[in-house]
């Protein structure tokens, strides 16, 4: 009897403990780039002000210019870059959701 109270009891704990547990984020990733003639101050600038807002840099690109990012309510975190105040507005970067690209179209497999 002593076994089944503790165990009930534990299993009530656990419960709490799981409802009161903070709701997972949701995220959306991007691809931002760049010009190629884009100063390496405006992309650090525009990875700052996004780390800001909440977003998370996922990975730096140094073939082209740009980054990748992880947005907590879609694209919230990177909407600095089309304010009308944007700093930077000759170096206006691209934002892409990011995606699978393939070279080939899918085929269905044969049946029989």
């Not at 109270?5 to 534990?10: E, G, S």
């Not at 709490?16 to 760049?34: G, K, L, M, W």
């Not at 977003?55 to 009308?84: C, E, Q």
């Amino acid at each position: 009897m002593k076994f089944s109270l503790t165990a009930l009891l534990l299993l009530a704990a656990s419960g709490a403990a799981i409802a009161s547990a903070p709701a997972e984020r949701e995220y959306t990733s991007y691809v931002v780039t760049y010009n190629p003639d884009t100063p390496e101050s405006v992309v650090d600038q525009d990875i700052a002000q996004a780390k800001e807002n909440g977003a998370i840099i996922t990975h730096r690109y140094h073939i082209i210019k740009g980054y990748s990012v992880d947005s907590p309510s879609g694209m919230d975190a990177l909407n600095f870059v089309h304010a009308d105040d944007y700093a930077n507005k000759q170096y206006q970067p691209t934002i892409e959701e990011d995606q699978v690209v393939t070279t080939q179209h899918s085929r269905k497999p044969r049946s029989g």
